[in-house]
C-alpha cells in the first residue's frame, strides 16, 4: 500500500476483491446464474457506496416510441422515478433513467457492437437523450491496444506516443470499463475509456479503473439529489 493515498488503496482492492469474487461465479456451472452472480456483485459495489441509490435489473419501455428494450442488466434511476416491477425485474420510461450499464464477464467485440446500436436506440427515444451508458466487463478478450483502436485511439507502446485516428466503431457509448484485457503479461492490465465533456474518448491504462467507472456513477447520482 502507498503512504497517503487510502482512497487509491480502497479501490486497487475492491477491484481486486470484484475479480477474485467474478473467479468463484464460475464454479456455479449454469452460466446464467454465473452472469447474475457477478452482476450482482457490481450493484453491491455501488449499492454499498451510495446506499440511496435506485438500481434495477429490466427494461427501459416507451409508449410513446413504442419501443421495448433488451434485458438490461443494471439501471440507475432518479430517486423518484417511477418503477413498475415484474419481479425481479422492473420496467421504467427514459426520463427517469440516470445511467445504463451492461456487465459482462468476458468482454467480446461482438457486445460492443450490439450495445452500441442499443444505445443509439434507446438515446433516440424522447427523455432518453440524457442516459449515459456504456459497459462494465471482469475481463476481456481483446488487448489494450484493440480496445483503443476501437474508440478512435492509436498508441505507440515504445515511445507512448498517441495518434487520433477518424474511425470510431462504437461512437455511441458512453464509457468502457475492463478490470483486466486480454494480455502474457504476469500482470493484469485494466482499462477504462470514456468521453469527456466535449464528447472526445480518453481512456487510462493503470489501475484501479473501477473509481472512473464510479465518478460516473457519483456524477448521475449527485445530479438528481
Known amino acids: 500500500m502507498s503512504e497517503g493515498s487510502l482512497m487509491r488503496d480502497y479501490d486497487i482492492l475492491a477491484e481486486e476483491t470484484l475479480?477474485?469474487?467474478?473467479?468463484?461465479?464460475?464454479?456455479i456451472e449454469h452460466p446464467l446464474s454465473a452472469g447474475t452472480a457477478r452482476e450482482a456483485l457490481?450493484?453491491?459495489?455501488?449499492?454499498?457506496?451510495?446506499?440511496?441509490?435506485?438500481?434495477?435489473?429490466?427494461?427501459i419501455c416507451s409508449d410513446e416510441d413504442k419501443y421495448q428494450s433488451?434485458?438490461?442488466?443494471?439501471?440507475?434511476?432518479?430517486?423518484?422515478?417511477?418503477?413498475?416491477?415484474?419481479?425481479p425485474h422492473v420496467y421504467v420510461e427514459p426520463e427517469d433513467v440516470l445511467l445504463v450499464t451492461e456487465v459482462k464477464t468476458t468482454l467480446e467485440k461482438d457486445h460492443l457492437v450490439?450495445?452500441?446500436?442499443?444505445?443509439?436506440?434507446?438515446?433516440?427515444?424522447?427523455?432518453?437523450?440524457?442516459?449515459?451508458?456504456?459497459l462494465f466487463a471482469y475481463r476481456s478478450k481483446?488487448?489494450?491496444?484493440?480496445?483503443?483502436?476501437?474508440?478512435g485511439?492509436?498508441?505507440?507502446?515504445?515511445?507512448?506516443?498517441?495518434?487520433?485516428?477518424?474511425?470510431?466503431q462504437f461512437p455511441n457509448l458512453d464509457f468502457l470499463t475492463i478490470l483486466e484485457t486480454n494480455t502474457t503479461e504476469e500482470y493484469r492490465k485494466p482499462i477504462f475509456i470514456g468521453k469527456d465533456v466535449?464528447?472526445?474518448?480518453?481512456?487510462?491504462?493503470?489501475?484501479?479503473?473501477?473509481?472512473?467507472?464510479?465518478?460516473?456513477?457519483?456524477s448521475k447520482y449527485r445530479s438528481d439529489v
Open 19 to 27: 475479480l477474485k469474487q467474478s473467479q468463484i461465479c464460475a464454479l
Open 42 to 59: 457490481l450493484k453491491n459495489e455501488i449499492s454499498n457506496r451510495f446506499p440511496n441509490a435506485k438500481i434495477y435489473q429490466g427494461f
Open 70 to 87: 433488451s434485458q438490461l442488466d443494471f439501471i440507475l434511476c432518479k430517486h423518484d422515478a417511477e418503477i413498475r416491477p415484474l419481479n
Open 114 to 134: 450490439l450495445l452500441d446500436d442499443l444505445v443509439l436506440k434507446i438515446k433516440s427515444l424522447s427523455g432518453g437523450d440524457a442516459i449515459k451508458m456504456g
Open 142 to 151: 481483446m488487448g489494450q491496444g484493440t480496445l483503443l483502436r476501437y474508440f
Open 153 to 168: 485511439i492509436e498508441k505507440d507502446w515504445v515511445y507512448g506516443d498517441e495518434t487520433r485516428i477518424s474511425r470510431i
Open 198 to 218: 466535449d464528447g472526445i474518448f480518453q481512456y487510462q491504462l493503470s489501475i484501479p479503473v473501477i473509481n472512473r467507472y464510479i465518478s460516473i456513477v457519483k
